[in-house]
């Protein structure tokens, strides 16, 4: 696959004429960390960063977006008829996603974008955007992309990948949607042994790489038998309930449906959701089927780690980024959950139950 | 304070022997530098994974919540005044708890100190007054006093003030303490600038609502903010509804608050909301000589109805 040079003195002349055919998107520093978000006309995205705080999902599927609008205005004809909310799906670029985040919206795809239910307004945001990946050099002590099926200068849903190699750039062609913006961009010189460069760094990065999971026993344990494990408990008791893991993740993909009004105008939205919150699961008839914290909890730990593995059979529902692990307020941690998951013998538990 | 975890673990296991507990909350050792994680321990083997030190700063009252079971439960300060403020409020009864006392000396703020190296942060230990941390390619030494959680370091309420057991002798509360410097600077400011400053505060609240669950004041069966019949706060990130949220979140909790700062501490984006909660706390003490959870035998000041209360307005 071609390799592309960037000497770094071009990168933002190149960025500024991709500015022209693409909205542009990057990390960007907003105080003391940096986030994912539509850079500014000018704006360079930041590359001095490990990963940004929240994951860069909110691209494509934003915490809140408007759905539909309505009038209640009954002196206007529409009034009370939902109409679709303008869009603005013309090309976007991620520039300096990580690996892990692009790989995490090939996961939720598999839910948005199904034979049976489409979802457009992630399916047409998606499609609109075209990914430059940024391999990572120096992955943190939190990262487990690579035995969660990633990896630092993971190439599945990147257009281009990224290395930083110093001075400049080495820019891999993925795909012909990140051929077109290579040469948008103005970004066409080869490099001398561009795939072997990349090469020696991947390698350099995979072997920084020190937190990992097992995951080879989750799909053949029986469902049920995990499901009423006695770990549970233990495992929930410190947590909050609070939305942080399910926000910060990539992979997450539950939404809510609310209506806004503002006095006789008002718009549909889709907004984030989060199964650790007792609202998501609330009955009209005021039953919970996820009454406490421990149904919850495991509710989402089952779902990464065991009904998207039996579902899917790809593997499971996380790419191994480390957002929940670092920014979980009680230090609840996937890596020994899927640990407890992964090696659970219900004989040998029941003789551990006091 | 490390030399604590011995004792700590010593009294538990008796609780647990002779039945005097069914379970004992505490922290384990967390998986990450400066991150503990609340646990509980139901058999006397178990307490070998209690522990303790600087990094203990989630308020325990909050696992207390309308438990049934007897419980030990390790409090430090703050945590025993939530201890006070929940028995007062029939969230847990006295004679559910054991108490084990933790006199504290403050814990570590995480954020500080990891805004303080370059490179990610792979361990942290403490010893005699001194924090150590170790990157990858660097080892400093901290002074633990320079880097103690905001609240930590304008506590003066560092002993238990309800105990049944004590985890170490008592400590010497900090004096000469100017608690509410930050509050008065904000208090100066025009209402424009005011206002900034709460917009610039709240700007990357993702309304995960870390703040309220980490709070062991906001235990309502259904937040204001979760209500649909009527729907007081809109949903979204707009900032008018994150305020609201924060600001009432605030308001709920004047006179009830100790300022243990699990809210702050909780937040994944790092904001300092316990700047609207300290203010409240601020005017309670200076109108009402009000500090909440120091006695069993009175209610907090907004909680309370006094026939010869000085306000007109309320007769």
Known sequence: MKVIKIDKKDWADGLAKLSGGYR??????????????????????????????????????????????????????????????????????????RPCDAAAFLLVKKNFDTPEYKDPYWINAYEASVFVGLACNNPCSTCFCTSAGCGPFHEDGLDV????????????????????????????????????????????????????????????????ELYDAPFWEDVAFACLNCGTCTYVCPTCWCFDIQDETHGTSGIRMKTWDSCMYPLFTLHGSGHNPRGTKVHRVRQRFMHKLKYYVDKYGDGIQCVGCGRCIRLCPVNIDIRKVCELMNSYEPADAACQVA | MVGYTDKIREISERLLKEGTVDMVIGFRQGSMPMMNEPCFAKRPEDVEKLTWDSNCGINLANYLTDRKEKIGVIAKGCDSRNIVTHIIENKIKRDQLVIIGVPCKGMIDRRKITSMFETEILSVAEEDGKVIVKTGDAEKILEKEEVLQKNCAVCIHRNPVIYDELAADLVEEQKDIDRYADIREIEAMSPEDKWNYFDDLLSACVRCYACRNACPLCYCPTCFVDESQPQWVGKTTDPIDTKTFHFLRAYHCAGRCTDCGACERACPVGINMRTLTKKLEKDCFEYYGWEAGLTLDARPPLDAYKPDDPEDFIK
């Open chain 1, 161 to 224: 990948l990224l290395a930083d190699a110093g001075d400049y750039f080495l820019a891999k062609v993925i795909t012909d949607k990140g051929e077109k913006l290579l040469q948008a961009a103005g970004w066409n010189t080869e490099a001398d042994a561009g795939e072997d460069q990349i090469e020696t760094l991947k390698k350099e990065a995979e072997a920084k790489i020190t937190a990992s999971v097992n995951t080879d026993g989750l799909k053949d344990k029986i469902t049920t």
């Open chain 1, 24 to 97: 542009l998107f990057g990390p960007v520093k907003d105080k003391e960390f940096h986030n994912f978000k539509e850079l500014d006309n000018g704006e360079l995205p930041d590359f001095d960063f490990s990963n940004t705080k929240l994951s860069a999902k909110s691209m494509v599927f934003p915490q809140a977006e408007a759905m539909f609008k309505y009038s209640l205005d009954e002196n206007e004809a529409d009034h009370h008829i939902m109409k679709e909310a303008e869009k603005d799906y013309s090309p976007r670029a991620a520039i300096g996603i």
